[in-house]
């Protein structure tokens, strides 16, 4: 069996006439972390949209775990397992911290269970996700009373809840103080250790140094580099454009 | 059937039986029409708020799926010559004269939420995939596009309007329309019914997860557009089963009546005045402004026109001063209270 959990070959996006993914091949393994990184405006977000179905792509493939998900909607891919966070929390502000989480286990967990599953177990899992990201003292409150890191960990709870074999967490840890970006790492890393496979788009680089085990670099649209973290770092060309001259 | 559901059902019971006896006793005439008015409005509201209410998708073409429904009653009441029949053979049981409401009331109930259904799935299906001000103009112009159908269809009266006759009895009611009354309040009982079950499972869960973040519901799971175009199904049906009731209780229907305005601004107001996360929302702004609405009319203290105003008027108060309604402002002063 491959390792090989996400393909993606000739991504290709624009918007209008500005191209903004321009024929991108990248892949993810089974568990493993991999951080995207690149200048604002590389593509990263485009990157993001494209993978989770929320904007379609114009060519290219992808590929997750041998069936093609391009022209599936966002929900037919939570459904295979493939699931994000977003660079602005995006949770339903009118609904309490655990009814944010239960929407993740109604829908994409009760589909990956192939039944509908028991309000108990919607319960105990929701629960179970909020427990791992730190938030069962918050069950109660309303989603949009809470703090920025509350709100990234809510995020990833709602994900996390998804059941995904994937995760893309796309800036978890933007406008975070340094002991709250270390949470933030600290939980994905567990994350990872329990099997899900994440690509981690942040501009924090000491969190994706210490954090991927291989790097990707979008520039202007196009892959300039991908392979080791630590080579990656090295490679002049990203020196020179991502991180500066 | 679990014990809150049975209590649920007890109390709509009661609450029928007790509005049919307190219209009774009341010596009916004026306050059957005030009942029918209020409840046709519960209707209204509470399918109203199925789509807008729980998922956020304002619906302006109520009118439009309430003359739908109307206008099947029509058709159907001359295409099968229902107004002139003394009896109805079906082989094995033969139905008399004051049975036959039994029979044509329910189905044309049927007949009514089926066609506005199906044209709720249709609108919904082609117009779904627009969201916000783009969706409410869309189902603005399917008002505009039945109404003009009706307008040139001289087969359900065209311009003229038509006339569907009462019956001359029913079995087993003072009258035929306290019978047409009792019609409407089942189906206000059972839009109830449905719009908390709808509420209390994945439909409505889904719904309001819609409303505060569509692309966010999508990535949670949610299958939004299927979820969307099942409340505009069960939303548009509901409507089409108040409207197909709307001529045996009034006996005459033409477009400017079927298709009023009143209809859309009414059943978006009240639910935005009662509350729209809750099922007792829409019933209760029913209530309030549907009362306030027949009282001031009887008094002749306000024409239906400035009654429009008004309620305008009252949709502003209530958006800016209690967004989330008379409910919403119960549920503020409850936590007040118990602090």
């Known amino acids: 069996m491959t390792d090989r959990l996400l393909n993606v070959t000739g991504l290709h996006k624009r918007f209008g006439g500005f191209v903004v993914l321009n024929g991108i091949d990248f892949h993810v393994n089974r568990g493993e972390r991999v951080g995207l990184i690149g200048p604002n405006g590389s593509g990263k977000s485009t990157m993001v949209n494209c993978l989770s179905g929320v904007i379609p792509i114009d060519a290219g493939t992808i590929d997750f775990g041998g069936e093609r998900l391009d022209g599936l909607k966002p929900h037919q891919r939570a459904y295979r397992g493939l699931a994000r966070s977003f660079q602005i929390p995006r949770p339903f ?15 994409a967990a009760g589909h990956r269970a192939g039944r509908s599953l028991s309000d108990r177990e919607i319960d105990t899992g929701a629960k179970h996700a909020l427990d791992q990201v730190g938030l069962s ?66 501009h924090i680089m000491r969190a994706v140094s210490s954090f991927a085990d291989r790097l990707v670099v979008l520039a202007t649209g196009a892959k300039i580099a991908d392979g080791p973290t630590s080579a990656v770092l090295s490679d002049p060309l990203v020196e020179r454009i991502y991180l500066g001259d | 059937m679990n014990r809150s559901n049975l209590l649920f059902l007890i109390g709509l019971v009661a609450a029928g039986l007790l509005i049919l ?78 049975f036959i409401p039994y029979l044509v009331v329910p189905a044309a109930v049927l007949a009514g939420a089926l066609f506005a259904g199906l044209v709720g799935l249709g609108t919904g299906y082609l117009t779904l995939r627009l969201r916000g001000v783009f969706f409410a103009i869309s189902t603005l112009a399917l008002a505009v596009v039945a109404q003009t159908v009706v307008l040139n269809w001289s087969y359900v009266g065209g311009a003229r309007g038509a006339y569907v006759i009462k019956p001359p009895a029913v079995a087993g009611f003072s009258s035929v329309t306290e019978f047409v009354l009792v019609s409407m309040l089942v189906i206000a009982l059972v839009s109830i019914w449905i719009a908390r079950t709808i509420e209390r499972n994945k439909l409505g869960v889904g719904l309001l997860a819609i409303r505060d973040d569509e692309d966010s519901a999508e990535c949670a799971g ?64 029913a209530v309030l402004l549907g009362g306030v609405q027949q009282y001031f009319g009887s008094k002749n203290i306000i024409t239906p026109e400035l009654s429009l105003l008004v309620v305008g008027a009252l949709m502003m108060v209530f958006v800016a001063v209690a967004p989330n309604g008379i409910l919403g402002l119960f549920k503020r002063f409850w936590a007040w209270w118990r602090r």
């Open chain 2, 21 to 98: 006896f307190g219209v009774r006793a009341m010596g009916g005439g004026y306050y059957q029409l005030v009942a029918f008015y209020i409840l046709q409005y519960v209707v209204l509201a509470t399918a109203w708020n199925i789509l807008g209410g729980y998922g956020g998708y304002v619906n302006f073409g109520s009118a439009g799926f309430f003359a739908i429904g109307a206008y099947s009653t029509v058709f159907f009441n001359k295409f099968l010559g229902i107004q002139a029949l003394k009896m109805i053979d079906l082989g094995l049981v033969t139905i008399t004269a004051p």
């Open chain 1, 93 to 107: 502000f009118r609904m309490s911290v655990l009814e944010n989480v239960r929407v993740s286990m109604m829908f």
């Open chain 2, 222 to 285: 949610v299958p939004t557009l299927k979820l969307k175009l099942q409340a505009t199904m069960i939303s548009g049906a509901l409507m089409g089963a108040a409207g197909a009731v709307f001529p045996f209780f009034v006996t005459y229907v033409d477009p400017i009546g079927a298709f009023n305005l009143v209809h859309t601004v009414n059943s978006i107001a009240m639910p935005l005045i009662g509350g729209m996360t809750h099922w007792a929302g829409p019933v209760v702004g």
């Open chain 1, 137 to 202: 003292a918050r069950l109660a409150n309303t989603a949009g009373d809470l703090t920025q890191i509350d709100l990234r960990k809510l995020e990833l709870a709602r994900a996390i809840a998804t059941q995904p074999r994937l995760l893309i967490a796309d800036e978890s840890m933007a406008g975070l103080a340094a002991s709250e970006t270390d949470e933030i790492l600290a939980l994905l890393l567990e994350l990872n250790r329990q099997g899900v496979a994440i690509i981690m788009i942040e």
